[in-house]
């Protein structure tokens, strides 16, 4: 079901930024294809003990299930980027566009996971605990919590895409603003979701959910107008007449006053 909305809502939000469809859904098949690749590999080699090296055990799915979540996050990520690369679409514009598909496929994945008694809480005497069938004790509904933190991160990527590139800080001083914001947000986001509930799951990897964050607050940097506006800068003290140097950022301040969205 995750697949199936996410790759809904990933078309859609492909034909609003007139994306070639056809590639778009090749981008997002294949995609997929590396993520449950990946996903699978970094589970099995996690859990090489219980494997043993059987080839069997690994292949199949059905009965010996399990998938890693970063697995399936990073490859999910470097399909869309190399698909990418390969269709000559803009990489950042692509990511863009993955963020609400992902959180849908997550989102879902946890219902299903809640549903099969998997990825289950810490241990709790709390009313709100659940039991699970053939699991001592009662468990914090961690995978429920982790749905509506996900709807919660999608309302507030929805705000950003309207509003990011009114922010003074993010743009150029020609009042730019490149993509790649929601993409910053968004590993921000889950990885800031994934260190906190980590201590209410009987699983989680902390490191890595910290290694999203770093990640998210770097693109956010490198993508901002900081760089950006100390480039103008240094380009702006090279030009030795000064009324120049004030006419242009007079037309700057103009344009971002107005904010309009320069491209």
Known sequence: MGIF????????????????EELLMDIYLSSLVSSLFLGRVW????????????VYRMLFLTKFPGLSFEGVLVGGLLGLVVFSLKKSFDIWKVLEL?????????????????LSGSNLGSK?????????????????????????????????????????????????????????????????????????????SESSNLKFSLTLVFVGVLILFLRSGINLKR??????????NPLQIKEIRRVSKKRKKKGFDFK
């Open 5 to 20: 909305f996410g790759g809904f809502v990933w078309w859609q939000k492909g034909r609003e930024e007139s994306f070639d």
């Open 98 to 114: 993955s963020v609400y598909s992902l959180l849908i496929i997550e989102a879902l994945a946890f219902v299903g996971s809640f």
């Open 124 to 200: 709790t005497s709390l009313f709100f605990g659940v039991p699970f069938p053939g699991v001592s004790g009662r468990r914090y509904p961690v995978q429920l919590i982790y749905v509506v933190c996900f709807w919660g991160l999608y309302k507030l990527l929805k705000f950003f895409e309207k509003e990011y590139r009114g922010f003074s800080w993010y743009s150029s001083l020609k009042g730019e603003a490149r993509p790649g914001f929601l993409i910053a947000s968004y590993l921000i986001g889950i990885g800031l979701i994934h260190a906190v509930l980590g201590f209410i």
């Open 43 to 54: 589970y099995v080699v996690i859990n090489w003990s219980f494997f043993t090296g059987s």
């Open 231 to 240: 480039e103008n800068k240094k380009s702006l003290d090279k030009i030795k």
